[in-house]
């Protein structure tokens, strides 16, 4: 069975934490011996949903706002996606890159993005994604690709997502070196 990995910063208003999407969902070991108990893992439809007990009040993370290693695995599959790496060119050269990515670097993001179809075509050999187009953005440990996700869904794009495991997810999985 896979896991698929993620950080979660706890406040401590909280009292439930809902996990919603996947086959499994771990959580990394530092919330061991805080005030919390797993109430229940109920697996509906291949979308496992865990809660935790935490302070006093409730909230969920929208998971769809992650890409998984499977769904980038997947991408050559559907060309109408499109996955940015938000690294700079010269971390592109020591380690490598994800099939069908894109390099666009985080401080140039929104620029790329408002230029002309055309140039944007010339440049990346891709289409120009409008508003609806899947946008995956992803790193090297996730960090700068969300940052690049929340700035483009406040510019007003409406499907787009981090793969939070970036790059070091993908060289565990396939392989290479990190």
């Known amino acids: 069975?896979?896991?698929?990995?993620?950080?979660?910063?706890?406040?401590?208003?909280?009292?439930?934490?809902?996990?919603?999407?996947g086959t499994s969902?771990?959580?990394?070991?530092?919330?061991?011996?805080?005030?919390?108990e797993m109430s229940y893992v109920n697996k509906i439809q291949n979308v496992t949903a865990l809660k935790y007990r935490l302070f006093s009040s409730e909230a969920d993370i929208d998971l769809n706002?992650?890409?998984?290693y499977e769904q980038?695995?997947?991408?050559?599959?559907?060309?109408?996606?499109?996955?940015?790496?938000?690294?700079?060119p010269n971390e592109l050269k020591e380690t490598g890159v994800i099939p069908t990515?894109?390099?666009?670097?985080?401080?140039?993001?929104?620029?790329?993005?408002?230029?002309?179809?055309?140039?944007?075509?010339?440049i990346y050999n891709r289409e120009k994604p409008n508003f609806e187009t899947?946008?995956?953005?992803?790193?090297?440990?996730?960090?700068?690709?969300?940052?690049?996700?929340?700035l483009l869904r406040q510019i007003g794009f409406k499907n787009v997502k981090n793969y939070k495991g970036s790059w070091l997810e993908w060289a565990e999985k396939e392989g290479l070196n990190k």
């Open 1 to 21: 069975m896979q896991c698929t990995k993620l950080s979660i910063s706890v406040i401590r208003s909280f009292s439930r934490l809902s996990l919603i999407r």
């Open 25 to 36: 969902v771990a959580v990394s070991n530092r919330f061991s011996n805080k005030n919390y």
């Open 65 to 68: 706002k992650f890409a998984t």
């Open 72 to 88: 980038i695995k997947d991408l050559p599959n559907h060309p109408e996606k499109l996955l940015i790496d938000v690294r700079e």
């Open 101 to 122: 990515s894109i390099n666009i670097p985080l401080n140039e993001v929104a620029d790329k993005l408002a230029i002309t179809n055309e140039e944007f075509k010339k």
């Open 134 to 150: 899947e946008i995956i953005f992803h790193c090297k440990i996730g960090m700068r690709s969300q940052k690049a996700a929340e």
